[in-house]
């Protein structure tokens, strides 16, 4: 998959934002792969001198030079199997992890409206930010279908400080029986399980399900 051309070859090129390609092209010469720790992987891209290959993209409209510069990254399998445009990037970045996430968590949809008989209006008070459902969403969730899955499940550990744990009491049952009576909390039960066996204190507390039951 060839991106563009862009840049001098085409500087009216939908990607371009203020004389640069906003998607980075050309990327730059690189003998060997690179990976960051928070960014995006430099993959290997070899100039003509060095290995790399050349052509000529013939056009209608203008003619240009494409080297490994303009090579969107891919997957060769996904490409055959999909039948479609693919580009396929490693997500080295902590960010990715809100990118995944925040469609599913980011809400519903939402639609702004306004019901009124005055003759003058006054746009920033008379309108109201409420929540829409649309048809399709609606039978969705007449039918109780999920709207999104997490898997594997995320389970949150029980970290807290010494008789920090969470107790749970009622109006006959005093706050200070309730803490000398307190249910062990997975860390407090971490503890005693590693008094009494040498092979959990070589554990984290999050691995003990894959070992104990």
């Given at each position: 998959m060839i991106h563009g051309p862009c840049g001098v070859n085409n500087p009216t090129a939908p990607c371009m934002k203020n004389g640069t390609c906003s998607k980075g092209f050309p990327k730059p010469f690189i003998q060997?792969?690179?990976?960051?720790?928070?960014?995006?992987p430099k993959y290997r891209r070899?100039?003509?001198?060095?290995?790399?290959q050349e052509l000529v993209l013939d056009k209608t409209t203008n003619t240009s030079k494409i080297d490994s510069r303009w090579f969107v990254p891919y997957n060769p399998l996904l490409l055959r199997l999909m039948n479609c445009h693919?580009?396929?990037e490693l997500c080295s970045s902590v960010k990715s992890i809100k990118y995944v996430l925040k469609y599913v968590h980011k809400g519903c949809d939402q639609?702004?409206?306004k019901v009124t008989e005055q003759a003058t209006r006054d746009e920033v008070s008379d309108f109201i930010n409420?929540?829409?459902?649309?048809?399709?969403?609606?039978?969705?969730r007449i039918f109780s279908m999920p709207m999104h899955e997490r898997f594997p499940p995320v389970m949150q550990l029980a970290v807290h400080l010494e008789n920090g744990q969470?107790?749970?009491?009622?109006?006959?049952?005093?706050?200070?029986?309730s803490v000398s009576d307190a249910p062990d909390s997975t860390l407090t039960a971490f503890f005693k399980l590693?008094?009494?066996?040498?092979?959990?204190?070589?554990?984290l507390c999050y691995d003990v399900p894959s070992f104990y039951t």
């Open positions: 060997n792969s690179e990976i960051g720790n928070d960014s995006y070899r100039s003509p001198n060095h290995g790399g693919l580009n396929v639609a702004t409206f409420v929540r829409y459902i649309g048809s399709t969403e609606a039978a969705w969470r107790v749970c009491f009622t109006e006959e049952n005093t706050h200070e029986k590693c008094d009494t066996d040498a092979f959990a204190c070589t554990l």
